[in-house]
């Protein structure tokens, strides 16, 4: 088997009735799509965009809300040979300007030949296009049946080394960088993953999280749908109003698989009524993996405590280290045992950079939650500041080698080449490794993850720096942890000239809608300061750490 | 009796969505496509409706749809608690 094209036709054969993914959606019965309807349903897709003129290895940007569209133009693009991407769909909140802004940027880099999306949305789209690469507009609901018209299939014939998708992250720096993932590096993710979650036939994986994600696209799609595992696939946007249907659908579907971010333990076990927990049996759930922004164990301890008494069992509270650059999983901790907790001095830790084992009861200590062991085919290493090999439980940066690494950033071959060192990928994350475990303990490049959605804190700082009133080029965005929710809180810093408290209010509010609205991004507290308060790097760029430490001494968490 | 519920609500938004306790919010602000509240709070706002006033509002309410200027919600508040 070469081609993801090629296992979900097997699939199709082989169980065509088997339900691949129930479709749960507010307001609506579930919808049952099985092996053979994912076939055909893609089907109509691969034709339409044949029919458009679309030639396989071209790009497909996918611009859909969560539904039956997106899954069937996804598996129709992978069908046929073309590569899909798949993008936000814009949000109410969000500008449109600042959305059609995003998209010229992606279509600068990306080159894709067509975009899928809705009529609705048809003009938004067509006016990001003008003058790009994009031939084709296709309108999701115009797509007609393929029925008995021959498709050719240019899926089923595309070599392992192909690119097959393309993964983004938000924002006007994510979207130019989009990674770009060959078949075969796919397939080495789902078999060495599937192995280290003890995959069976009896697992049903449950996930809300969007596909433009890598931990929804592979964890919650992408793996449950290629190795016939069933999908229970909700809506991101219909969980964070109702959060307790992702309980509903463990109960009712005996789901045994899932996914989350960090703030979604904190989120659940705080934001749902005990009524609408009445008559939920949580005990079928075996793995419920902490993944994508940094793991605390107290959003376990959390999670535990409030869904012990509907039968979760606390051992089924498993970690996962991922990125989009390794397919998705590097490592997976809780599985075969419960997850490690390390217990280690705090002074070290800071001032050292080291993680020296201590005991449970002395003073001053962190707990950190273990991501566990690395997959079979991926090694970690961790290296200092001059990119040499480091011992154990000494911090630095997190490299790997795999074979499931990225072919590379897509159209960028400057950046792919940034982002290797002698053959190793070079994550930006910080970490250890103690008894053959990986512990991530924070980042080396300034990125915030609000909610496991990767952030730039240039593009917020571009968004702010365009209020009147901000004095230019003197601004700050950073993150800063906050315990009740799990998560980081975006923080932005802008000088102005006004002393006047009034004008200073004004001018944040002014930066909080611009932000909000310019990259859906909530921020939580935007402080006016005067001209100098902002500390610069001997280059003269905003120094962020710095300016985040004296946020915090002047201003309080 | 509209402005004990609207009050009421800019003090629970402003303290603990925004965190600026001083703010007072009026009646047209833009609570969802202005960007006050993001969608991960929108379930702090029905959660806290449903204590206060003993409505609840259905998830599939929490929307521009429904109701997206402060007052639209306070209006909503108080029909469902007349009706």
Redesign the interface.
């Known amino acids: 088997m070469h081609t993801l094209a090629q296992r979900l036709w097997q699939n199709a054969n082989d169980s065509p009735d088997r339900p691949a993914i129930y479709l749960l959606q ?2 609506q019965p579930d919808q049952t799509l099985t092996c053979r309807d994912l076939v055909r349903g893609g089907l109509d897709y691969t034709l339409a965009l044949q029919q458009a003129g679309v030639q396989p290895g071209e790009v497909v940007i996918l611009i859909l809300q969560h539904g039956a569209p997106l899954i069937y133009s996804f598996w129709g693009a992978v069908l046929g040979g073309f590569i899909p991407a798949i993008m936000p769909f814009l949000t ?2 969000l500008s449109p300007e600042k959305y059609r802004r995003d998209l010229t940027a992606l279509f600068e880099i990306t080159r894709p030949a067509a975009v899928i999306t809705y009529r609705a949305f048809e003009p938004e789209v067509r006016a990001a296009a003008l003058n790009s690469s994009v031939r084709v507009i296709l309108v999701a609901e115009a797509v007609a049946p393929a029925g008995a018209d021959s498709v050719s299939l240019a899926g089923l014939t595309r070599s392992p080394e192909d690119i097959v998708v393309l993964q983004h992250s938000s924002g006007t720096t994510g979207l130019q960088k989009g990674v770009a993932l060959a078949h075969r590096a796919v397939f080495s993710q789902l078999e060495a993953y599937s192995r280290a979650i003890r995959l069976t036939r009896d697992d049903v994986v449950v996930s809300w999280l969007p596909l433009y994600h890598d931990m929804g696209l592979i964890a919650g799609f992408i793996l449950p749908v290629l190795t016939r595992t069933p999908l229970v696939l909700m809506s991101p ?2 969980w ?4 307790y ?1 992702l309980m509903h659908a463990v109960s009712r579907y005996r789901g045994t698989l899932s996914w989350l971010p960090n ?1 979604a333990y904190n ?1 659940c076990a705080q ?1 749902i ?1 005990d009524r609408d927990l009445d008559g939920i049996d949580l005990s079928s759930w075996r793995a419920i993996s902490n993944c994508s922004e940094p793991m605390r164990w107290e959003s376990h301890r959390m999670f535990a405590e409030r869904f012990t008494p509907y039968g979760l069992r606390p051992e089924a509270l498993a970690t996962c280290y991922a990125m989009a650059e390794n397919v998705f999983a590097v490592s997976q901790g809780g599985i075969e045992s419960p997850v490690t907790v390390d217990v280690i001095e705090a002074p070290a830790f800071f001032s050292e950079r080291r993680a020296v084992p201590a005991s449970p009861e002395a003073p001053n200590v962190l707990r950190l939650l273990s991501a566990g062991r690395p997959l079979e085919n991926t090694r970690v290493r961790i290296l200092d500041d001059q990119r040499r090999e480091l011992p154990e439980r000494c911090i630095g940066e997190i490299a790997l080698q795999g074979d499931c690494l990225l072919t590379g950033f897509y159209n960028r071959p400057d950046l792919t080449a940034q982002a290797f060192h002698d053959g190793w990928y070079l994550t930006g994350d910080l970490g250890y490794l103690a008894n053959g475990e990986v512990y991530v303990t924070g980042r080396k490049k300034d990125l915030i993850i609000v ?1 496991g959605k990767n952030i730039y804190p240039g593009d917020l700082e571009a968004l702010a720096g365009e209020v009147p009133g901000v004095y230019p080029g003197r601004v700050a965005a950073f993150g800063v942890f906050d315990e009740v ?1 799990g998560t980081e809180e975006v923080v932005i810093v802008a000088e102005a000239e006004t002393q006047d408290e009034g004008e200073r209010r004004r001018i944040a509010d002014a930066i ?2 611009r932000v ?2 310019g990259s859906e991004v ?1 921020v ?2 935007v402080q006016v300061v005067g001209l100098r308060w902002l500390l610069k790097t001997s280059s003269g760029k905003i120094a962020r750490a710095a300016n985040r430490e004296k946020f915090l001494r002047e201003f309080g968490a | 009796m509209t402005d004990t519920v609207l009050a009421n609500l800019s003090r629970f938004i402003a303290t603990h969505i925004l965190r600026q306790p001083d703010r007072t919010l009026f009646a047209d602000d833009k609570l969802i496509s202005g960007g006050l509240i993001d969608s991960f709070h929108l379930i702090d706002l029905s959660l806290h409706i449903e204590k206060e006033f003993g409505v609840r509002l259905d998830d599939t309410e929490l929307n521009p749809q429904t109701f997206d200027t402060l007052g639209e919600l306070a209006a909503l508040i108080e029909q469902r608690r007349a009706g």
């Open positions: 507010a307001g109410e909140k946007f219909d964070v109003r109702a959060p249907k703030f989120f934001k009524r909610g929710q909080r809608e909000t609205r909530a939580r507290r």
